[in-house]
């Protein structure tokens, strides 16, 4: 069975400084997914990044960045120069893959996510 | 374009009654999920839809549970009869290729099962 771990239940830094989020999974299929979402006070779940188990090429979004490294089954997501804004739940998530028939079979499967905030 | 809608965003009810709640996916998205959240078990799928058929229903947690989906633009969950412990807040999201494509969340509906 596939397993999320967010270690980090919470975190708290000051504006500016730069946070990083672990994530650990476990899956025994070669190809998978893996996600990032926040949840910010409001409530609503944000997609952040979708990411395949073929591609381990770091991905750079503005102040947000992704570390994958298939060899420790790590899934790092860091905010460098954190604002207030940030301040939310974020969760790692990994959805396997079967495809059947033209259906596409599989779990999202999300860690317990990690309590970020940032202090002005 | 509009995203995933979900009605209502709060419900409060008394133990025993039914609790319908209503999602309408992402225009062309072939499948929608239903999740559920709670401080204990974190977020859960309850169940999928692909092209308004149920493809895994695993998750849903007991026969009080059930879901529908009648054609591509709606969906609903219902909780009959209701308990305490299914207050929860649930979500629905769709995606165009399944669970391992990116599925983008409604609201959420914050039930309370007083």
């Known amino acids: 069975a596939q397993k999320v771990t967010q270690a980090q239940t919470e975190i708290s830094v000051v504006e500016k400084e730069d946070v990083t989020l672990d994530c650990v999974y476990e899956?025994?299929?070669?190809?998978?997914?893996l996600f990032w979402y926040k949840q910010p006070p409001s409530g609503e779940l944000v997609f952040l990044i979708r990411?395949?188990?073929?591609?381990?090429q770091n991905e750079i979004s503005g102040r947000y960045s992704w570390n994958f490294q298939k060899s420790t089954s790590s899934f790092n997501f860091t905010i460098t120069a954190s604002q207030v804004v940030d301040s939310a739940v974020y969760f790692c998530?990994?959805?396997?893959?079967?495809?059947?028939?033209?259906?596409?079979?599989?779990?999202?499967?999300f860690g317990q996510g990690t309590i970020l905030t940032v202090h002005p | 374009d509009a995203g995933v809608i979900q009605s209502p965003r709060h419900e409060v009810t008394e133990m025993g009654q039914e609790v319908t709640l209503r999602c309408k996916p992402i225009?062309?998205?072939?499948?929608l999920f239903w999740y559920r959240q709670t401080m204990m078990r974190g977020l859960e799928l309850l169940i999928y839809?692909?092209?308004?058929?149920?493809?895994?229903d695993s998750g849903m947690p007991e026969d009080r549970f059930s879901a529908k989906m009648p054609n591509a633009s709606f969906s609903t969950l219902k909780i009959q009869p209701s308990e305490p412990r299914d207050s929860a807040v649930y979500f629905c999201?769709?995606?165009?290729?399944?669970?391992?494509?990116?599925?983008?969340f409604g609201p959420g509906t914050r039930l309370t099962v007083l």
């Open positions: 998530a990994l959805s396997d893959h079967i495809n059947a028939g033209g259906t596409s079979y599989g779990k999202l499967t």
């Open positions: 999201a769709s995606s165009y290729g399944g669970p391992t494509d990116t599925q983008y």
């Open positions: 225009s062309g998205h072939d499948y």
């Open positions: 990411r395949n188990s073929f591609d381990e």
């Open positions: 839809f692909n092209n308004n058929v149920p493809i895994d």
């Open positions: 899956t025994r299929d070669t190809t998978y997914y």
